[in-house]
C-alpha cells in the first residue's frame, strides 16, 4: 500500500533561513507525488507536484523539492523563508484504481521567527 | 473562477445531534472529495464521487455518516447521530482530471470546523 511519512511535525526556522521538510513515501506502483501548503483557517492548495520527468520541481512561493528514487523521498525546499510562509505543509502519495485520489502524510507545521 | 465554496463554516453541536454540510465544487469540475481532517492529522479521504456516483467511500463509517450529490454538482455530507470523535475540520475538494496534467490536482475549499460537546 502507498504511504507518506512527513518526519518532522514542528519546524521552527528564522526569518531569511533556508529550510528543508522532510517526507517519505512508500509505493511498490509509479510514484506521483505532491506537497500541499494549508495556511490557517483555510483549505490546502497544490505547491507542487511530480508526476515524471525532471526530479526537481519548482512550485509556487520559490519552493522546490526533490525526487530521491533511492532513498525513496520527496523533501521540500525554499533558501528563504518569509513570515508569510507560516503555514501547515502535507506531503502526499497519489493513487490509482478506478479512479485517482491522495493520500495525505500527517503535516509539518512551519513556523518562522523573526 | 469561483473556488470551491463549503457551508457552514463553523458548527458546535451536542453528541448524538445530526449534522449537514453542504459543498459546491468548482464549475464543471466531475470529481468531487469529501475530507475528514482531525487536528494534527492530515485529511482523510471519507468518499469520492464522479459526477453523481460513489467512486470511493471505503473509509466512510456508514453507520452514521451519509454523503449525496444528487445532481453531479454540489453535494451534502451528513452526520447522524454524531459522537465526540467526529470533532474535525471536514474539507470538500474537486478535480477536473481532463489530461494527464490535471490528474491528481485537486481544489480544496475553507472547509467546516465541527464541534461535538
Known amino acids: 500500500a502507498q504511504s507518506v511519512t512527513q518526519l518532522d511535525s514542528q519546524v521552527p526556522v528564522f526569518e531569511e533561513a533556508p529550510v528543508e521538510l522532510r517526507c517519505n513515501y512508500s509505493?511498490?506502483?509509479?510514484?506521483?507525488l505532491f506537497w500541499y501548503v494549508q495556511y490557517p483557517n483555510q483549505g490546502l492548495q497544490l505547491l507542487l507536484k511530480?508526476?515524471?520527468?525532471?526530479?526537481l520541481v519548482k512550485g509556487i512561493n520559490g519552493f522546490e523539492a526533490e525526487f530521491n528514487k533511492s532513498q525513496t523521498s520527496f523533501h521540500l525546499r525554499k533558501p528563504s523563508v518569509h513570515i508569510s510562509d507560516t503555514a501547515e505543509y502535507f506531503c502526499a502519495v497519489g493513487v490509482y484504481s478506478s479512479a485517482s485520489k491522495i493520500i495525505f502524510g500527517s503535516g509539518t507545521r512551519l513556523s518562522i521567527r523573526p | 473562477e469561483a473556488g470551491v465554496a463549503q457551508s457552514p463554516r463553523y458548527k458546535i453541536i451536542e453528541k448524538r445531534q445530526s449534522v449537514a454540510f453542504w459543498c459546491n465544487p468548482i464549475?464543471?469540475?466531475?470529481?468531487l472529495y469529501w475530507y475528514q481532517q482531525i487536528l494534527g492529522q492530515g485529511p482523510k479521504l471519507l468518499i469520492q464521487f464522479q459526477n453523481n456516483g460513489v467512486v470511493d467511500d471505503s473509509q466512510l463509517p456508514k453507520d452514521r455518516f451519509s454523503a449525496e450529490r444528487l445532481k453531479g454538482v454540489d453535494s451534502t455530507l451528513k452526520i447522524q447521530p454524531a459522537k465526540l470523535e467526529d470533532s474535525a475540520v471536514y474539507l470538500c475538494?474537486?478535480?477536473?482530471?481532463?489530461?494527464?496534467?490535471?490528474?491528481?490536482?485537486?481544489?480544496f475549499g475553507p472547509g467546516t470546523r465541527l464541534t461535538v460537546t
Open positions: 475538494a474537486s478535480s477536473l482530471e481532463v489530461g494527464w496534467e490535471s490528474i491528481y490536482e485537486q481544489y
Open positions: 464549475s464543471g469540475h466531475a470529481t
Open positions: 509505493s511498490s506502483v509509479s510514484v506521483y
Open positions: 511530480y508526476l515524471s520527468g525532471s526530479t
